[in-house]
C-alpha cells in the first residue's frame, strides 16, 4: 500500500520516497515500451537516407548539378545596388515607372510603390489623351511621347531590343534628361544602366 503525498518532501531522496509504487514503476517501464513504436520508424528513416544518397549520387555527377555553373547564373544579374541609391529620391507611390527589371526597385522601396506604378519592357499597351490605342513598340513610343513615366531605368540585358526602341524615344525629348549611366560588368561581360527622369 502506497503512502500518500506530503508537502514537506524537498530533495529527489524525499521525492522518491513518497511517489507512489505503481506509478514509479510505471515510469521505470516506460522506455522499454517505447522501443518498438522506435523500430516502426526505421524503415522510413531508411528510405530517407537511401534516397538522400542515391539522389547525391544521381545528381552529383551530372552537367546540371553544378556548383560554377550556379554561380556563373547569379553573376549574370548586374549589382543595381547604385542603381537602387540614386533613383531612391525619385519614387514614390505616386509616378509611373518604366524599367528593364521593375522587380529589383518594386523589392528595395516596397513600403514605398506597388506593381501596377511598374511597367516591363515585355509588352505594353498605352492609350494617350485623346483616347488612340496603341499596343507593343508603338505604345512604348506613344507614351515617351506623352511624358507619361517619371523615371526610366534600363539595362541592356533584359531585352535588348525594346531597350533600343525606348532610347530611341526619348532621344531629343523634352520631356527627359539623363540622370546617371552607371556602368557593370557580370558574367556576360559589361553594360550600363541608363537612368533617365521626367523633366516636364
Known amino acids: 500500500m502506497s503512502r500518500p503525498l ?16 505503481a506509478w514509479k514503476k510505471g515510469v521505470e517501464n516506460r522506455p522499454a515500451r517505447s522501443v518498438p513504436l522506435l523500430w516502426a520508424y526505421t524503415p522510413l528513416l531508411a528510405f530517407t537516407v537511401a534516397h538522400y544518397l542515391v539522389s547525391l549520387r544521381v545528381n552529383g555527377f551530372t552537367r546540371d548539378f553544378d556548383i560554377a555553373q550556379a554561380d556563373w547564373r547569379f553573376a549574370l544579374w548586374p549589382d543595381s545596388s547604385k542603381t537602387v541609391r540614386i533613383i531612391e529620391p525619385h519614387v514614390n507611390s505616386r509616378g509611373r515607372y518604366l524599367g528593364s527589371t521593375p522587380e529589383v526597385p518594386l523589392y528595395s522601396f516596397r513600403e514605398k510603390t506597388t506593381h501596377r506604378q511598374w511597367q516591363s519592357v515585355f509588352g505594353m499597351e498605352y492609350t494617350d489623351g485623346k483616347g488612340e490605342y496603341s499596343a507593343g513598340d508603338a505604345a512604348y513610343r506613344a507614351a515617351l511621347r506623352d511624358g507619361a513615366f517619371d523615371l526610366i531605368v534600363l539595362d541592356g540585358l533584359t531585352n535588348p531590343r525594346v531597350d533600343d526602341v525606348i532610347a530611341g524615344a526619348v532621344r531629343g525629348n523634352p520631356h527627359y534628361r539623363l540622370l546617371a549611366n552607371l556602368p557593370f560588368r557580370n558574367s556576360a561581360g559589361t553594360g550600363e544602366y541608363r537612368i533617365r527622369v521626367k523633366t516636364s
Open 6 to 21: 506530503t508537502a514537506a518532501a524537498g530533495s529527489s531522496a524525499d521525492w522518491a520516497r513518497v511517489m507512489p509504487e
